[in-house]
Each structure stands twice: as structure tokens, then as C-alpha cells.
């Protein structure tokens, strides 16, 4: 079992940027697949970033450019440092892993961008 804490939410203004944590209670080398996900009351979830156990990564059209996904495996912690924020990024932000085939997910870190 993998559990996953996301922190380092807040409230920002328009313009802003926050880095999201994510703390995995075990190795991170060998998990898979990195990713953060986000979800807005009655929207659908969203894959925001992935990273890929060989160092790829895949972002969401609309935050290309502003976000970053990274993880310092010494530490076990999964980044997203985000810029440039837009009332749009405000979501739920949820850090999900995939080890040996199957998916961990953790509670959520709310962003809330204002106009």
C-alpha cells in the first residue's frame, strides 16, 4: 500500500503561484506514474501533469508553460509548482500514483485562484 498527502494549498489572487506537495509513505523510485489531478465542483477530474518513471512528462494543454510536475525521490515528495495562476486552475489538486498496476490516489489540497 502507498498513502499520498497533498499540501500547500491556499488562496491566491490572479497572477500568483503556489507548489503543491505530495508526501508518499514509501520509495517513489519505483513507483510508475506520477500525476496530479484536479477536479471543480460538478466538473469533471483532469489530468493536470504527469510524470513518467522515465522522466517524461505530460501536461494539460491549458497549464502548459505555468505548471511544473517534479519529485525528489531522496525525500519521497511529488511537486506541482504552479504560476501564473488563473481563476480557472481553482480546484481540488489530487496526487496520484500508480504502483505495480494499481492506483493510489490522496484526499486533496483545494486552490482557489481569485479574479
Known amino acids: 500500500q502507498v498513502q499520498l498527502v497533498e499540501s500547500g494549498g491556499g488562496l491566491v489572487q490572479a497572477g500568483g503561484s503556489l507548489t503543491l506537495s505530495c508526501a508518499a509513505s514509501?520509495?517513489?523510485?519505483?513507483?510508475?506514474?506520477l500525476a496530479w489531478y484536479r477536479q471543480a465542483p460538478g466538473n469533471q477530474r483532469e489530468r493536470a501533469a504527469r510524470l513518467n518513471s522515465d522522466g517524461s512528462t505530460i501536461y494539460l494543454d491549458s497549464v502548459k508553460g505555468r505548471f511544473t510536475i517534479s519529485r525528489d525521490s531522496a525525500k519521497n515528495v511529488v511537486y506541482l509548482q504552479m504560476n501564473g495562476l488563473k481563476p480557472e486552475d481553482t480546484a481540488v489538486y489530487y496526487c496520484h500514483a500508480v504502483v505495480a498496476g494499481l492506483a493510489y490516489w490522496g484526499k486533496g489540497t483545494l486552490v482557489t485562484v481569485s479574479s
Open positions: 514509501r520509495s517513489i523510485s519505483s513507483i510508475n506514474i
